[in-house]
């Protein structure tokens, strides 16, 4: 499965977070991050080594200036948060067609997989509305947020 951010250095610790949820859930991940200023090496390194850790790979894709020219923004928000526009940029990138799009204050606090087998399966919309959230100890949730 791909999980798709997009952030700048005004958002980088709430993007940690909510990347953190995800590998409470999940392994065996792509996780992309739209990014448009130069990404701190100390703290790609860092999420690569928690993606990493749950067998998953981490990528950051650099938006250009001239990409985000053409973004009709409203002030409100700074141009990072335009990234979930170029999301099929990606798709070469993965043969995986599971794509989630996350805003970086999102937290994820239970395996989404069962929402991708309700888009590829809706009969089995019965069995995955009975799934628990309570499967998980809190023991294992500390584990996978430590380093």
Known sequence: ?????????????YFETALKSVLCYHENVNIFLFYNESLDTEF???????????????????????ELAGVKGNGRFTNA????YFVDRLFPYQKD???CYLDVDTIVNSDLTHVFDL????????????HSTAQHSTAQHTACLTP
């Open 1 to 13: 499965m791909n999980f798709v951010f997009a952030a700048d250095n005004n958002y980088l610790s």
């Open 44 to 66: 790609s390194q860092r999420i690569g080594y928690y993606v990493k850790k749950r067998n998953g790979h981490f990528f950051h894709y650099l938006l250009s200036e001239n």
């Open 81 to 84: 948060a335009y990234g979930r």
């Open 97 to 99: 067609n599971r794509w």
């Open 119 to 130: 888009m590829e399966n809706p009969a089995a919309q019965h069995s995955t509305a009975q």
